[in-house]
C-alpha cells in the first residue's frame, strides 16, 4: 500500500470517528437540556429576571407586534411585548445546525 492510501485511509477513519463523536455530543447535550429549568409561555417580563436573573444580553424589540429577546447562559427568551412567547436552548458550538438566522432589515 503506497503512502497516499494509507493517509487518505488514516484521514477518513478520523473523520468518521469524529463525526460519530459529534452525534454523540449533540445526543447527550439535548438530553441534559430538556432539564433546564426555563421560562414558560405566558410568563412576565417581571416574573422571569426575579425567576432567573438579569439577562446577559437584552435585544430590543423589533416589529409589529414587538418581539424582543433576553439572552441567558443556556437560553434565549423570546417576549411579545411583556409577555414569553418562546425559550430556546442554546446551541451547543458554532458548528451545531440549527434554525437560520433571521436578516433584520
Not at 47 to 65: H, M, S, W, Y
Amino acid at each position: 500500500m503506497n503512502i497516499f492510501a494509507k493517509i487518505s485511509t488514516i484521514f477518513f477513519l478520523l473523520l468518521i470517528v469524529n463525526l460519530s463523536q459529534a452525534d454523540t455530543l449533540v445526543i447527550e447535550r439535548m438530553k441534559k437540556s430538556s432539564k433546564i429549568n426555563k421560562p414558560t409561555k405566558g410568563q412576565l417580563k417581571l416574573e422571569v429576571r426575579n425567576t432567573f436573573g438579569e439577562p446577559l444580553k437584552i435585544t430590543n424589540a423589533i416589529g409589529n407586534p414587538p418581539i424582543s429577546i433576553w439572552h441567558y447562559p443556556h437560553f434565549k427568551v423570546y417576549f411579545e411585548h411583556s409577555h414569553v412567547i418562546h425559550s430556546v436552548i442554546n446551541k451547543g458550538s458554532r458548528l451545531e445546525k440549527g434554525p437560520k438566522k433571521i436578516n433584520h432589515r
